[in-house]
């Protein structure tokens, strides 16, 4: 069983930033992918990012990229969403996911087991 527990959402405006985490406990990660998801207002979840927790392998939607960078501390069992010249279309719930899914598999939702409540940002115009 993993718990996981997101933190650092709010409102900003475009162009600025926010750091998002999510500390996990509760089982070993060598094998686990962290990712995040995120679920605009009336659509669906959707792909974020992704790390693999032993190799810091990462994995990033089009859409953020070059934008969002997601990092880990290996100490602290804790993954960071670091977004950056965030846009209003950037306004959703942001989830967290452990998972095991293979490196071609790592967008997938159905690829991770567990998640955490959700934490909201949203970017003002």
């Known amino acids: 069983q993993v718990q996981l527990v997101e933190s650092g959402g709010g409102l900003v405006q475009a162009g600025g930033s926010l750091r998002l985490s999510c500390a996990a406990s509760?089982?070993?990660?060598?094998?686990?992918?962290l990712g995040w998801f995120r679920q605009p207002p009336g659509k669906e979840r959707e792909f974020v990012a992704a790390?693999?927790?032993?190799?810091?392998?990462?994995n990033y939607a089009d859409s953020v990229s070059g934008r969002f960078v997601i990092s880990r501390d290996n100490a602290k069992y804790t993954v960071y969403l670091q977004m950056n010249s965030l846009k209003p279309e950037d306004t959703a719930v942001y989830y967290c996911?452990?998972?095991?899914?293979?490196?071609?598999?790592?967008?997938?939702?159905?690829?991770?087991?567990?998640w955490g409540q959700g934490t909201q940002v949203t970017v003002s115009s």
């Open positions: 996911a452990a998972g095991s899914p293979a490196m071609i598999y790592m967008r997938l939702m159905a690829q991770y087991d567990y």
């Open positions: 509760g089982r070993t990660f060598s094998g686990t992918t």
């Open positions: 790390i693999r927790w032993s190799s810091g392998r990462t």
